[in-house]
């Protein structure tokens, strides 16, 4: 007997929050229209992130290029693998981002370091950080300068928000949320794994119909920044989402490690899901799926296999090749399962949470600081992404001369 994964209920909900956002077609073409450089930077210069922004679209123009290396190193790409995309996890916000392109410049001569082609936050999306030009600034520098294929936010169910918004959705979807009030005008909903306002590892829990809370706040974030790619944290968001965005092509999101997609059982659970709220044109709001770090590379192949013969178009598979040691086991390293994964001919975008090194603030500690202690730790932080590039960058040079076509962002193409 077959279950559906959503009720009238759950759908009806879903589909009142949509309408709450102006439908589809107006979310669809906010964030289109949001994440263009002009309009970006029409808002920053508002915001007072004019001279940062000006001064990042000087300092790609300094970055090292690829072209340069393939030239040096006489570099022969074979068919036969398959293609490494790059992908860093760490970048918090402007600042950060700002310091690691001055570090990309300044070291430009003596260690190359290229644009990951994929970029990932774990930063919040508190009502400051999403508003205030934060993220914009950090997307356009990421996006719209490096040139980033894809930069993914990540929202937290548990975030403290105004508590006239819970109230709104309340009224807007008929349904309740559990909550505590955290200060005079904000409350959050009560996360029962751990007392934090996190919740368990960054918001896991997504109890009863609290999957509303994550939705509205992808929402709300794309439609105010252009932001168009979302760490999803467990199995009711996946199913909201691919439901939620079945009609809003420019809002995706990538399935985290934190699900231990570990096997390949666990994968075609998410085929099911995917396929039951599949895009007529045969793609998904599921942009990316990362397989467990437990998984070898046999596992990673077979998935790369499913997933083509299950006719799904435009998903990519993921995996750490290293991790912070607050993530999982120390000295965890993945790169030689990377490269029988490449030399099978199957694809893989490879990511780094660290650099395998234990430097101070490469930590999931690092991850959870206030808006206030990022921005004085940007520098440190900066340093910790940049090393984290820089990895992502040598061993995609180590890739290349073994004739695997590695991908960058464009800011060094």
């Not at 920053?44 to 300094?62: F, N, R, S, V």
């Not at 997307?139 to 894809?150: F, V």
């Not at 520098?379 to 180590?398: F, H």
Request: glycine content about 8%; proline content about 2%; some cysteine.
């Amino acid at each position: 007997m077959k279950f559906k994964l959503l009720s009238e209920r759950d759908k009806k909900a879903i589909d009142a929050l949509k309408k709450f956002h102006g439908g589809a077609k107006k979310i669809n073409d906010t964030i289109t229209k949001m994440g263009k450089l002009e309009t970006r930077k029409k808002i920053l210069k508002q915001k007072g992130y004019g001279d940062m922004i000006a001064d990042a679209e000087k300092l790609i123009k300094k970055f090292p290029k690829l072209a340069d290396f393939e030239k040096a190193n006489k570099v022969k790409y074979n068919k036969k693998y398959g293609i490494a995309r790059s992908q860093v996890s760490g970048f918090q916000g402007a600042n950060v981002t700002y310091n690691f392109m001055k570090k990309v410049v300044k070291t430009a001569k003596k260690n190359p370091c290229f644009v990951p082609a994929e970029f990932i936050s774990v930063v919040a999306l508190t009502d400051h950080y999403v508003y205030s030009g934060d993220l914009m600034a950090t997307l356009c520098m990421a996006e719209n300068i490096m040139g980033a294929q894809k930069f993914c936010s990540t929202n937290l169910v548990g975030i403290p928000q105004p508590e006239k918004r819970f109230k709104e959705l309340e009224k807007v979807t008929g349904e309740k949320f559990e909550r505590t009030k955290v200060d005079k005008t904000n409350s959050a909903l009560i996360l029962k794994n751990q007392g934090t306002f996190f919740g368990n590892f960054g918001g896991i829990e997504v109890a009863n119909s609290n999957y509303l809370i994550y939705l509205d706040g992808v929402t709300r974030t794309a439609m105010e920044t252009g932001g168009d790619f979302y760490l999803n944290p467990s199995w009711s968001t996946i199913v909201a989402a691919c439901y939620y965005a079945k009609d809003i092509p420019k809002l995706t999101f990538k399935v985290s490690m934190l699900l231990s997609t570990q096997t390949t059982m666990q994968f075609r659970m998410l085929l099911n899901i995917i396929k039951e709220y599949i895009r007529k044109d045969g793609t998904t709001p599921i942009y990316e799926i990362n397989i467990g770090n437990g998984a070898d590379a046999d596992t990673f192949i077979t998935c790369a296999k499913e997933l083509k013969e299950s006719g799904i178009k435009g998903v990519s598979l993921a995996a750490h090749l290293r991790i912070n040691p607050d993530l999982g086991m120390a000295n965890f390293d993945w790169t030689k399962n990377a490269y029988k994964v490449l030399e099978s001919g199957t694809d893989i975008t490879y990511k780094y949470e660290s650099d395998g090194t234990a430097r101070e603030l490469d930590t999931m500690a690092a991850y959870f600081v206030s808006d206030e202690e990022r921005v004085e730790l940007s520098g440190k932080i900066g340093e910790v992404i940049y090393y984290k590039s820089l990895k992502a960058t040598t061993d995609g040079m180590d890739f290349m001369k073994k004739g695997i076509r590695t991908q960058f962002g464009k800011g060094s193409l």
